[in-house]
């Protein structure tokens, strides 16, 4: 069972960064695949960014570019950083985790998300 907490969202203007952080419980971290999603109102959930446990990472197609996905494995924590924001940007985040191996993949965890608001 995986615990995820989300950290770092808020309100920041156009243009601007943020760095949203996502700390899990498990201690073998570094075999989970995590990702970040976001849901705007009304909109469905999307995937916004993902790092698989070999470091290899994708992106929504409007994110590329000004998103980096990163994890630190020795503080079992997930990272965002998000540059040049736009309204558009405006949504709640969730942090994701699933472990997969050759032999078994995992059901999804989810944290309880954090809000980002990009507005002047």
């Known amino acids: 069972q995986v615990q995820l907490v989300e950290s770092g969202g808020g309100l920041v203007q156009p243009g601007g960064s943020l760095r949203l952080s996502c700390a899990a419980s498990?201690?073998?971290?570094?075999?989970?695949?995590m990702g970040w999603y976001r849901q705007a109102p009304g909109k469905r959930r999307e995937l916004v960014a993902v790092?698989?446990?070999?470091?290899?990472?994708n992106y929504e197609d409007s994110v590329k570019g000004r998103f980096t996905i990163s994890r630190d494995n020795a503080k079992n924590t997930v990272y965002l950083q998000m540059n040049s924001l736009k309204p558009e940007d405006t949504a709640v985040y969730y942090c994701?985790?699933?472990?997969?191996?050759?032999?078994?993949?995992?059901?999804?965890?989810w944290g309880r998300g954090t809000q980002v608001t990009v507005s002047s």
């Open positions: 790092i698989n446990s070999d470091g290899i990472t």
């Open positions: 994701n985790a699933k472990y997969v191996s050759r032999w078994y993949t995992g059901e999804d965890y």
């Open positions: 498990e201690t073998i971290f570094s075999t989970y695949r």
